[in-house]
C-alpha cells in the first residue's frame, strides 16, 4: 500500500493542501465553541458550574481545553487519543462520541515579534466510548480526617483555631493566619479550610487580596471539594460576579486560569501530603 492510501483510504492522492484546510477548519470550529461556551459561562450559573466539574477532575487539563471538554461530554472521566488507549490494549468504539481538544504544535512569530505557539484540534474519547468501560474504577475514597489533614499541609500559613469566629473560617494576610471556628463537623471544616487556603495562596502567589479573590477562592473550594467526593450541595453558582457578563473572554478565561493554577498548587500539595502518609501496604495487600 503506497502513501497515499494510507492517508485517503484507498480513494485518491493524499492532498496537503486539503489536509491543511480541514485541520484549520477544525481548529476554527474548536475556537468558536470556546467561546460560545464562554459566553454561557459568563451568566448561566448551571454552565459555569459544569465547567468547575471538569476542570477539578482535569486539573491538568488548560482552561480552553476543560471548557471543550465541558461544551462536548461534561461527564467524561478519562480521556485519550486512539493511539494512547491503543498502547493500553484498549480500543475505541466503532461509533464512539469524538471530543475535540486542542494541543500545542509548533512555535511562531507574531508580528510584533513575540513569540506564540500554534494549537491543532485532537480527537480524544472518554473510557465509557472504549473496551474498557466496564473497567472503570472509582476513585480511591478517602477519609475526611485524611483531606483535612492534606488540607493542612497544602496552606502555605498556619492554622488557628478560634471560639467566637462569626465566619466558619477566616483567612487574615495582616497576620498571615487563617482562623477557624471550633466546633465545625469535619465536611464544614474542610469546605471552610479549602476556600481560605485558596485565598492564601492568591495572596501569596498572585498577589491578589483575600477580597478580590473571595470568588476564586469559592470556586476553588468547589473544585476540590467536588474533586473528593466532599458534600457541594452547600455551593450555589445562581448569582455569579456581574461584572463577569460584561467580560471580554480573553480576561474571563484569564479568571479562570487563575482558578485553575491555584486549584492545581492546592491539589499537588495535597496529593504529596496523603503520598506522605499513606499506610504501608503489608505483603498480604500486595498479592
Avoid at 57 to 80: G, H, T
Avoid at 81 to 90: E, I
Avoid at 145 to 168: C, K, Y
Avoid at 259 to 284: C, F, H, I, T, W
Wanted: overall charge negative; some cysteine; hydrophobic content about 35%.
Amino acid at each position: 500500500m503506497s502513501i497515499y492510501d494510507v492517508f485517503s483510504g484507498g480513494n485518491k492522492p493524499y492532498d496537503k493542501a486539503e489536509w491543511a484546510a480541514q485541520k484549520q477548519a477544525e481548529r476554527k470550529e474548536a475556537y468558536e465553541m470556546i467561546d460560545t461556551t464562554c459566553s454561557e459561562m459568563m451568566t448561566n450559573g448551571d454552565s459555569f458550574r459544569q465547567y468547575l466539574d471538569v476542570q477539578g477532575r482535569f486539573d491538568r487539563y488548560s482552561v480552553n481545553n476543560a471548557i471543550l471538554v465541558s461544551a462536548q461530554m461534561p461527564e467524561a472521566e478519562q480521556l485519550k487519543d486512539k493511539a494512547g488507549w491503543k498502547a493500553n490494549r484498549v480500543y475505541v468504539n466503532k461509533d464512539a462520541q469524538r471530543v475535540t481538544i486542542l494541543e500545542p504544535s509548533k512555535e511562531y512569530t507574531r508580528e510584533d515579534g513575540t513569540k506564540a505557539i500554534s494549537y491543532n484540534a485532537k480527537a480524544v474519547y472518554d473510557i465509557s466510548e472504549t473496551s474498557a468501560k466496564d473497567r472503570i474504577q472509582a476513585q480511591e475514597p478517602k477519609s475526611m480526617r485524611e483531606l483535612v489533614s492534606a488540607m493542612i499541609d497544602a496552606s502555605p500559613v498556619p492554622f488557628q483555631p478560634m471560639d467566637n469566629l462569626e465566619l466558619p473560617a477566616f483567612y487574615d494576610s495582616g497576620q498571615q493566619t487563617i482562623f477557624i471556628r471550633t466546633g465545625l463537623n469535619e465536611e464544614q471544616l474542610f469546605v471552610s479550610m479549602a476556600k481560605e487556603v485558596a485565598a492564601a495562596v492568591f495572596d501569596f502567589k498572585h498577589n491578589e487580596s483575600r477580597d478580590t479573590s473571595d470568588f476564586k477562592s469559592y470556586c476553588v473550594a468547589y473544585m476540590v471539594s467536588s474533586r473528593y467526593g466532599v458534600d457541594t450541595r452547600g455551593f450555589s453558582f445562581d448569582r455569579l460576579p456581574k461584572e463577569y457578563a460584561e467580560m471580554e473572554t480573553q480576561d474571563f478565561k484569564s479568571e479562570l486560569g487563575s482558578m485553575r493554577d491555584v486549584l492545581g498548587e492546592v491539589q499537588s500539595e495535597m496529593y504529596k501530603s496523603m503520598e506522605k502518609n499513606k499506610p504501608a501496604r503489608n505483603k498480604e495487600q500486595e498479592r
